[in-house]
């Protein structure tokens, strides 16, 4: 029997995209022939494992941000990115540490990072503590947001990119094309790839709505956002909507309060979301890179914005859309009306566009990680000595 490859998936919790997408490539190493023993390693857990920003604090570092999220408080968010990169360069020769005593520990026969900014410390302590060891990074943004932020210049890593865009970029930062790795998308949960299944103009009455008309699904993430208020009072006359909260509940209330003469589904926290977008026609929501992704899989043409509180990281996004053709990108949803609108007239081209995407990334990968393990584990071969001299003398 083969020893199983141990590989640590490491991810933190800020935003909620980097530890679905590690959730959903541990589901699909595990039913693999090769064995994977796959490991989840949540990075803020490493660096901090007795727990002090959250006792000094009051909570975890990613709950600062994901209430931000929640509030809409991105304005500024590209200006406080430079300032957190600039804390973790200051901090390098303590996280390499911490991390080095990390791998030591753990031993992992694979590293896949899930998380922009602390590439170099991670892969630094790897190099150096277990070299040999193959260090891969997987891109959960279309794009990279240089410097610092996913790809690192001079790393003999790997990189998997769900872009053309970020492949360039990783090219252009020096990286052989042998470490540059592209998938045909962004990885997303397996549950999006299953076919829909039951009645659904059944299934749409039972929870109030009607199947005839076309239903937007409104979406932000697992905080929800405020910006949800002025979508909902803005097509309250006319669009037809299933609004998903999250762990929001305050504005789950304040969306159930508000009048509308359109049928309207308020959703709390849902783990089944591939259900709620198989009942809907199109998508509402940030340019993140994984509610795109996932709304295109389930065949929505999406609505997204692009304005100074969208996230530094996120912008490319909304030029991926219009680039592929598949929805469309206002500054604001104050103008909701008029993009539901225009996406509704031109419903069937944007639909065409859709259905031509075909996103088998998270398939994808796993070949890809098992053949960067074994070249790892390949003998170097040695030059005959008097071309080894001529190489050193050279």
């Known amino acids: 029997m083969t020893t199983a490859t141990t590989v640590d998936l490491i991810y933190f919790n800020a935003g909620g995209g980097h530890r679905a997408s590690a959730l959903a490539l541990q589901a699909v190493l595990q039913q693999q022939p090769q064995r994977w023993r796959v490991r989840l390693v949540n990075l803020f857990e490493v660096l901090d494992p007795q727990d002090r920003f959250r006792k000094m604090t009051g909570s975890a570092p990613e709950d600062w941000y994901n209430r931000r999220l929640a509030r809409g408080w991105t304005l500024g968010m590209a200006q406080e990115l430079k300032i957190l990169q600039g804390l973790i360069r200051l901090s390098h020769p303590t996280l390499v540490k911490q991390l080095q005593q990390h791998w030591l520990r753990t031993e992992p026969d694979l590293v896949v990072s899930l998380v922009p900014n602390f590439n170099r410390a991670m892969f630094e302590s790897l190099a150096s503590t277990l070299p040999g060891v193959p260090y891969v990074t997987v891109l959960t943004d279309l794009a990279d947001l240089p410097p610092h932020f996913w790809i690192e210049r001079g790393q003999r890593q790997h990189f998997i990119c769900g872009s053309a865009r970020a492949v360039a970029q990783a090219h252009e930062l020096g990286h052989t094309p042998e470490r540059v790795h592209a998938t045909s998308g ?143 990108v206002h500054r604001s949803f104050r103008t909701i009306d008029r993009a539901v609108e225009e996406l509704l007239g031109r419903f069937d081209e944007f639909r065409a566009s859709v259905r031509g995407q075909r996103n088998r990334a998270l398939f994808e990968i796993p070949g890809m990680l098992d053949r960067i393990v074994r070249q790892a584990s390949e003998p170097v071969q040695a030059l005959p000595s008097s071309q080894g001299q001529a190489h050193l003398e050279g």
Not at 224 to 235: E, H, P, Q, T, Y
Not at 238 to 261: F, V, W, Y
Request: a positive charge; one cysteine or more.
């Open 186 to 328: 962004m990885i997303i949960r397996p549950e999006f790839y299953e076919a829909a299944a039951g009645d659904r103009a059944a299934e749409m009455r039972s929870l109030g709505l009607d199947p005839a008309r076309p239903t937007g699904l409104v979406l932000f993430g697992g905080h929800g956002s405020k910006a949800m208020l002025v979508i909902a009072r803005r097509l309250s006359e006319t669009t037809q909507l299933i609004l998903i909260c999250g762990h929001n509940k305050k504005l789950a209330e304040q969306l159930r309060a508000l009048p509308s003469r359109a049928p309207r589904l308020v959703v709390g926290f849902a783990s089944d979301i591939p259900r709620y977008m198989q009942l809907a026609d199109f998508f509402i929501g940030k340019p993140g890179p994984g509610s795109i992704s996932e709304a295109v899989q389930q065949g929505l043409p999406v609505i997204v914005v692009d304005n100074a509180w969208t996230m530094p990281q996120e912008r490319y996004n909304a030029r991926w859309v219009i680039e592929h053709h598949v929805g469309i």
